[in-house]
């Protein structure tokens, strides 16, 4: 079983930067392949970004691309998100998750691949 806490949620304006990380439990963070996704009020989780094993290879969303950028630090089983030049669109909960089963690059972006998720951090950007 994997456990994800996500937190550095906020109330930021437009602009502004956040970062938001996720610590995960288990002795095999390094294999997990770990996604960042996002639900805003009303709106279906979007894909947001994701990070291969040791953090060499990124994908992003074409709406955050450039604003956005997702780390790794194995060491400490944490993930990161980095956002910058924050827009009021960007408000969302932002989840992390893992899929501890491979590094493919395949459907990186959708939900499903990933078997564990963690419990959310409310970013707010205000105009």
């Known amino acids: 079983q994997v456990q994800l806490v996500e937190s550095g949620g906020g109330l930021v304006q437009a602009g502004g930067s956040l970062r938001i990380s996720c610590v995960a439990s288990?002795?095999?963070?390094?294999?997990?392949?770990m996604g960042w996704f996002r639900q805003a009020p009303g709106k279906e989780r979007e894909f947001v970004g994701a990070?291969?094993?040791?953090?060499?290879?990124?994908y992003y969303s074409d709406s955050v691309k450039g604003r956005f950028t997702v780390s790794r630090d194995n060491a400490k089983n944490t993930v990161y998100l980095q956002m910058n030049s924050l827009k009021p669109e960007d408000t969302a909960v932002y989840y992390c998750?893992?899929?501890?089963?491979?590094?493919?690059?395949?459907?990186?972006?959708?939900?499903?691949?990933?078997?564990?998720w963690g419990q959310g951090t409310q970013v707010t950007v205000s105009s």
């Open positions: 998750a893992a899929d501890p089963t491979g590094n493919s690059a395949s459907y990186y972006y959708t939900a499903d691949r990933y078997a564990y």
């Open positions: 990070i291969t094993w040791r953090g060499k290879i990124t």
């Open positions: 288990g002795r095999t963070f390094s294999s997990y392949f």
